[in-house]
């Protein structure tokens, strides 16, 4: 059956690609087995970036700001694919993913070809989101998406992780978020490619985003660009679609996004492990240590 | 369960009531489900381009403007068209029991009246993946004997 998808999502069809991306989700489907199909990842070309983490607190503005960007990226004939992660409760497993709920531009018959808007729960029990993620990216890139653009909540580990995982982080932040210290504040802006001040037609959000200049200018490197936009009356979009396509890597937290990278890979390294049900066993029972446990999964240092 | 089910819970045509759809979107939500929310007033291309982008297993549409009688098989027809025969599609909101059989015959395999228990919906659904052919195109002539 999954043969059969594979084949078909090569040929277009979206409704196998939607299948094979939840066979990825589900892990009924290997990523070496889905591109032995469906081809190579296209290599990342110099300077250009295939993959944008598009992050920031809730309620900022992100999904409605992307919905301008998308509709810009796809006017200009970028065929353009959109993970949207959203968390599940912890306690019940369920989510509701409620970003689609913004997006006009898979409403829009001109357009809609060239987007494929796709919601991601962060789950419970099947692994860390930035795997799956970033298997379903790879995914996504063999079969022809020029660009594939991540959303996520800047809140918990498990969604910074996923935005480390991507070429560019664009952090999007609005006004009346606190006072000049906060933008000093370490987090989420460190890592940020690229920062869009969403809501500009409201007050305060010119002088947070001279705030957040000014705070980059006091670090060492290049400043990445700060812009103003408002997703409601359009304002800045087309502006800011342009500055991101062209955005190159600031530089500025190579090593804080490697860290998480290696997080992420040892992470799943842990998670993959066909010893990690035998282990957790052990553990469970005291008949083991952390350590030994460590050590038993393997690809660790001190072996 | 081993993975969560992704449903989408749809309001198709100019109907701008939604409490309905939320109350039901929350209780999936609250059973483990993944549930992918339209928002108000979208066509029945828009819903079904999201069942298949979403890749979902069950839609649920929500009506109370009484156009149930247009609008749910408008989806059921462009399902089978897109060839997503094995959607299991289920209904709820104004929809008198007179009107109930013609949907039925669309392969829409239960439709919720108010005052349902969310619990039943919760039972549908586990019942449902459970009958052969159940999907929208698949042609069983099962459906739910809802309790309002």
């Not at chain 1, 469906?38 to 409605?64: E, F, H, M, R, Y």
């Not at chain 1, 460190?190 to 409201?202: C, P």
């Not at chain 2, 060839?83 to 599609?89: K, S």
């Amino acid at each position: 059956m999954t043969a059969e998808y594979l084949i078909d999502a090569k040929s277009g069809d979206r409704r196998s690609l939607a299948r094979i991306l939840s066979a990825i989700e589900n892990r009924s489907l290997r990523l070496d087995e889905a591109l032995d199909v469906l081809g190579p990842v296209p290599p990342l070309p110099d300077d250009d970036w295939q993959t944008l983490a598009i992050t920031g607190a809730p309620g900022v503005g992100k999904s409605c700001l992307l919905d301008g960007l998308l509709t810009s990226w796809a006017k200009q004939g970028l065929r353009v694919a959109v993970l949207a992660v959203d968390p599940s409760s912890p306690r019940t497993g369920g989510a509701l993913l409620g970003d689609r709920v913004r997006m006009t531009v898979v409403d829009d018959k001109e357009l809609n070809q060239q987007i494929y808007f796709r919601s991601v729960a962060t789950r419970k029990a099947s692994g860390s989101v930035p795997v799956i993620v970033e298997d379903m990216t790879k995914v996504l890139l063999s079969l022809g998406w020029e660009k594939v653009v991540i959303e996520t909540v800047g809140a918990g580990q498990s969604e910074v992780r996923c935005a480390a995982l991507a070429d560019r982080i664009v952090v999007v932040e609005g006004p009346a978020r606190g006072d000049g210290i906060q933008a000093e504040k370490a987090g989420l802006l460190e890592l940020a490619d690229a920062v869009l001040v969403n809501k500009s037609d409201l007050p305060g959000a010119a002088l947070h985003a001279d705030e957040i200049r000014e705070s980059f200018e006091l670090g060492i490197g290049s400043t990445p660009p700060v812009a103003l936009t408002s997703a409601l009356h359009g304002t800045g979009i087309d502006e800011a679609a342009t500055v991101l396509l062209q955005l190159p890597s600031s530089g500025r937290s190579v090593r804080a996004r490697w860290r998480e990278r290696l997080l992420a890979f040892h992470e799943r390294k842990i998670l993959e492990s066909p010893k990690l049900d035998d282990l957790l066993h052990q553990l469970a029972k005291g008949s083991i240590h952390l350590d030994e446990a460590m050590r038993l999964i393997g690809g660790f240092a001190d072996e | 369960m081993s993975e969560p089910w992704r449903i989408v819970v749809a309001k198709p045509g100019l109907d701008g009531h939604d409490r309905g759809a939320k109350v039901v979107a929350r209780a999936l939500r609250d059973a483990g489900n993944e549930v992918i929310y339209t928002g108000l007033r979208r066509s029945a291309q828009q819903i079904v381009d999201t069942v298949r982008d979403e890749d979902a297993r069950f839609l649920g549409l929500s009506s109370l403007s009484g156009a149930h009688q247009h609008l749910f098989p408008k989806v059921c027809d462009l399902l089978k068209h897109e060839g997503l025969n094995d959607v299991i599609v289920f209904g709820g909101g104004i929809i008198p029991v007179d009107d109930r059989d013609a949907l039925f015959a669309c392969g829409i395999r239960a439709i919720f009246g108010p005052g349902t228990p969310t619990t039943e919906i919760l039972q549908f659904i586990e019942e449902a993946v459970q009958v052969e052919n159940s999907g929208v195109g698949e042609g069983s002539d099962w459906y739910w004997t809802s309790s309002a």
